[in-house]
């Protein structure tokens, strides 16, 4: 499919911890096109019962990554869809070089927001996080300094999940920069790439993307 003038393609890369998602659900209602993710495509299929969700299913069970050829299939049939003729924004893809180069002739993105946070920062806004260790709750370390440690959704206890401790999400950190690195230089090359500094607040970030595009 040809871009047709005017239509938004966007691609949102950013670690945990830079807001990436909020920033994609804001750019969603403000452009008033969908926040499509990798993720959320393959667990639809799934719930879906379809036969890509039976066999995106097993490669999920065996914790195997999802091959390239089913993302594509489902992202290329996304992007086509009613709510996306006046542009989408890709959150998840593509994730490697050799996902970008194929892509190159369908996804055509128009911009490439990179919201950047630093490790530390990134570290520190994370492992604020607690949760419900029974409802999944979600809250933070202060609400758990004021309130206690008590679930106010079902009276269990708030815990920091061990996902959330500093050393997991360092080594997710570690992960997303040599994974998403060569794909920004890529796009870079291409003349793509906005940066934008995520350690700013959530409203400024946002006035920021939506002043580029
Ligand atoms: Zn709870």
């Known amino acids: 499919m040809t871009p047709h003038e005017g239509q938004k393609r966007l691609i949102l890369i950013g670690p945990q911890g830079s807001g990436k ?19 959320h495509l ?57 996902q970008a180069e194929e892509a190159e002739s369908w996804l055509r993105p128009t911009k ?47 815990v920091q999940r061990e996902d959330d401790l500093p050393e997991a999400i360092q080594h997710r950190l570690n992960t997303y920069h040599q994974i998403t690195q060569p794909v920004v230089s890529y796009y870079e090359a291409h003349g793509l790439i906005e940066r934008f500094d995520g350690a700013q607040t959530i409203p400024k970030v946002f006035m920021e993307i939506a002043h580029v595009l």
């Open 21 to 39: 998602g909020t920033q994609g659900e804001l750019l969603s209602v403000y452009l008033q096109i969908p926040t499509i993710s990798t993720g």
């Open 42 to 98: 393959c667990r639809t299929e799934i719930e879906h019962g379809t036969e890509l969700g039976k066999s995106i299913e097993q490669y999920v069970r065996a914790g195997e990554l999802v091959p390239d050829e089913i993302v594509i299939q489902m992202l290329k049939k996304r992007i086509t869809e009613f709510d996306a003729q006046d542009g989408f924004i890709i959150d998840g893809f593509p994730r490697t070089v050799a």
């Open 112 to 158: 490439v927001i990179v919201i950047e946070i630093d490790d530390a920062q990134a570290v520190e806004r994370m492992s604020q996080r607690r949760a419900c260790s029974q409802c999944r709750y979600k809250t933070t370390a202060d609400f758990v300094a004021k309130h206690g440690d008590e679930c106010p959704r079902c009276s269990g206890k708030i």
